[in-house]
Structures are given as C-alpha cells and as structure tokens.
Nanobody
C-alpha cells in the first residue's frame, strides 16, 4: 500500500504564500501522474493540480496562475507552491496519484491544513 506524508501547511494572511511537500513510499513513483487535492469543509475533495510523469501540468481554474506543482522523481516527492492565497483556498490538502480519469489512485494520507485568514 502506498503511503503519503504531506507537510508545509499552516496559517497565512490573504496574499501570502505556502509551499506544500509530499513524500511518497511508492518505489515506482516516477511512472505515475501525481496530483494535489483539497477538501473544503462540507464539500467534496477536488483535484486542484496535477503533473504527469513527463512533467506536464494542469490546474483547476480556481488556482490557475497562483499555484505551481512540481515533482522530484529521485526523492519520490511532489510539491505545491501556493502564491496569492485567498480565504477560499482554506482546506485540507492531500497528495495522491492521478488516474487518466482524474481520480485518486491510492488511499489518502492525513493531509495538511491550509488556513488563509486575516
């Protein structure tokens, strides 16, 4: 079973930045598309950013131009640089693999809380 450890969350004021990190246990990490999902209280978990095994990226419209996803296949890690944060970005953020249909590949980790508030 693949395990994920997310870190880097915290509390920040609107307009601030955070960088999330995710360490994965999957030996074949480099073969999979990876993504960052978030869950806002009372809403379904949504995919906000993804990166293919070749490094091509895609973003939800709500974060496009503000968030940047990246990966390090040697370290089996992925990252999410979040700039110009807004209160509506407040959520628990999770990393996971991404299927061709945009669905998570494995079980969830504990996630990391991001709170944007003045």
């Amino acid at each position: 079973q693949v395990q994920f450890v997310e870190s880097g969350g915290g509390s920040v004021q609107p307009g601030g930045s955070l960088r999330l990190s995710c360490a994965a246990s999957e030996v074949l990490f480099s073969l999979y598309a990876m993504g960052w999902y978030r869950q806002i209280p009372g809403k379904q978990r949504e995919l906000v950013a993804s990166i293919t095994r070749f490094g091509s990226t895609d973003y939800a419209d709500s974060v496009k131009g503000r968030f940047t996803i990246s990966r390090d296949n040697v370290k089996k890690a992925e990252y999410l640089q979040m700039d110009s944060l807004k209160p509506e970005d407040t959520a628990v953020y999770y990393c996971n693999g991404v299927s061709a249909a945009g669905l998570p590949l494995w079980s969830w980790g504990q996630g990391t809380q991001v709170t944007v508030s003045s």
